[in-house]
């Protein structure tokens, strides 16, 4: 066995209905005293509860998808003028998203309180998106000092959202499998992933009101976000990437949709691989265990019904091979990704 693995230095408290408490204590491990929280809209009232004890300076509302720059120098300005000392992030993954992109150029931590699947709160890949197009790259100053995990604060996560944020959590598990920096460690801790939410999702959809799926699912998006931070990005996420960019496509539903694809495709060139998902899933082969788990949650099945058009195949098709990592493990020929997206398109069984 012979590899290099990075291990991100960051504090990961999980406990539920005990955010407030465990905020408050990494903020004063920090020593700040001027807070800044950032909460869309829908996340507000979320926030005001759970930072409802600490010393803050401005709260920022104003958070859009894929961080638009002009939305991120107004939350820089804002940070400035308000002389922050710390950046509270309260929600999903484009509000961690701008929480990020303030720290990229302002160096001031974050403390990341996530309540969807994203996990951008384990990584230190930021985003920033101009004219349409979307910049990414890795700063170890974006990535948050602490994340407090509590599972009572994706209740109000609707289920639709729940279950296509969680398969864009398991999509970073299965890409982890084959993607550029692979490894020992990071495959066991996708692994470790798939099995958790697998074993969540389900439960969500079925009490919504329930904690113990939540927990299992939240506990599981953590271990899949720090695989894919620590292994980078597949085949997969190089293809969601292209048809968000060119189609404006929603992030998770585009994830959820694309992955079953993606998987079927690679597995029977990863013995390995294929054999341990399938095992985490709990199924004779990974894809009837990604398949099965898709139809239990009812995630969404085709790129046409999330507004991608039929015309733009081809176009998507060569700009994935482009953009393909060179060591997947089956070669990335435009004949098969032309067949794979308009399969995902037209949403048919995988080939
Ligand atoms: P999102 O943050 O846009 O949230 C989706 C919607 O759900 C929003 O309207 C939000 O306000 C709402 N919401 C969030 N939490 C809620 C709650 N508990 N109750 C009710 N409503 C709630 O979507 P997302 O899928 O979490 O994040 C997507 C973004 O994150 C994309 O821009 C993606 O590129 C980025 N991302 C980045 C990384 C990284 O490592 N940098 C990783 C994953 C995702």
Not at 21 to 43: H, Y
């Amino acid at each position: 066995m012979r590899f290099i693995h990075d291990s991100l230095p960051q504090r990961v408290r999980f406990a539920t209905g005990a955010a407030p408490e465990n905020l408050a204590a990494e903020v004063a491990a920090l020593g700040a005293q001027r807070v800044m929280v950032i909460a869309g809209a829908s996340e507000r009232e979320l926030a005001d509860r759970v930072t409802a004890g600490l010393p803050v300076v401005h709260r920022h509302a104003d958070v859009v998808m894929h961080v638009p720059v002009e939305v991120a120098e107004r939350a820089r300005a804002a940070a400035a003028a308000s002389r922050a000392d710390v950046l509270v992030s309260v929600g999903g993954g484009s509000t961690t998203g701008l929480a990020k992109a303030v720290a990229l150029s302002t160096g001031l931590p974050i403390v990341a309180v996530p309540t969807t699947y994203a996990g951008s709160e384990a990584t230190a890949v930021w985003g920033l998106t101009e004219d349409s197009v979307k910049t990414t790259g890795t700063d170890a100053r974006v990535l948050p000092r602490a994340i407090v995990y509590d599972a009572a604060l994706t209740l109000g996560l609707p289920v639709g959202l729940s279950v296509a944020s969680g398969l864009n959590a398991l999509a970073h598990c299965v890409d982890s499998m084959w993607a550029p920096r692979s490894d020992p460690i990071n495959q066991a801790l996708a692994a470790e992933g798939v099995r958790a939410l697998r074993a969540g999702l389900p439960l969500v959809v079925k009490d919504q009101d329930g904690l113990e799926g939540r927990e299992q699912a939240l506990y599981g998006a953590y271990l899949s976000a720090v695989s894919f931070a620590s292994a980078g990005s597949g085949l997969h996420h190089k293809t969601c990437h292209v048809l968000g960019g060119m189609f404006n496509l929603p992030h998770a539903q585009t994830h959820a949709v694309v992955l079953t694809h993606v998987l079927a495709f690679n597995a029977p060139y990863t013995e390995g691989a294929e054999q341990r998902l399938a095992a985490a899933f709990g199924s004779r082969t990974a894809v009837e265990g990604l398949t099965g788990l898709r139809d239990q949650l009812g995630a969404p099945r085709s790129l046409r019904d999330l507004g991608m058009p039929g015309e733009g195949v081809a176009a998507a098709a060569e700009a994935v091979v482009a953009a393909a990592p060179a060591g997947n493990p089956r070669p990335v020929t435009l004949d098969a990704i032309t067949g794979l997206i308009h399969d995902a398109w037209e949403g048919v069984e995988p080939r």
